[in-house]
Nanobody
Framework: VQLQASGGGSVQAGESLRLSCAASGSGISIDAMGWHRQAPGKERELVAG???????NYADSVKGRFTISRDNAKNTVYLQMNSLKPEDTAVYYCRLTGHDYNSYGERSEYGFWGQGTQVTVSS
């Protein structure tokens, strides 16, 4: 599985950006997709996630401002980021988790990261 992220950029505080992440390749069932971010000197953190069934979760810091959505037919996840703040500045990474079964019915779990996309918010 390969993940291709796009949509990052530089904006002013209060503006919006939309990130996209398309998954290609096959062979596994996708359980969830999401976005993480890592600011300089900080650990990578979950921003938002969405399961194959549509259940979403968000970091408290982005609730009410960011919206994650997913097009299952296109294996693409989107992150609409509104009312951006300087503290949202980070490299944003797409994440996919999934599973498959071997011929014995044994389940294997997988996780994949996309390349990061830079989001910079100026005050």
């Amino acid at each position: 599985v390969q993940l291709q992220a796009s949509g990052g950029g530089s904006v002013q505080a209060g503006e919006s950006l939309r990130l996209s992440c398309a998954a290609s390749g096959s062979g596994i069932s996708i359980d969830a997709m999401g976005w993480h971010r890592q600011a300089p000197g900080k650990e990578r953190e979950l921003v938002a996630g969405i399961t194959s069934g549509g259940t979403t979760n968000y970091a408290d810091s982005v609730k009410g401002r960011f919206t994650i959505s997913r097009d299952n037919a296109k294996n693409t996840v989107y992150l609409q980021m509104n009312s951006l703040k300087p503290e949202d500045t980070a490299v944003y990474y797409c994440r996919l988790t999934g599973h498959d079964y071997n011929s014995y019915g044994e389940r294997s779990e997988y996780g994949f990261w996309g390349q990061g996309t830079q989001v910079t918010v100026s005050s």
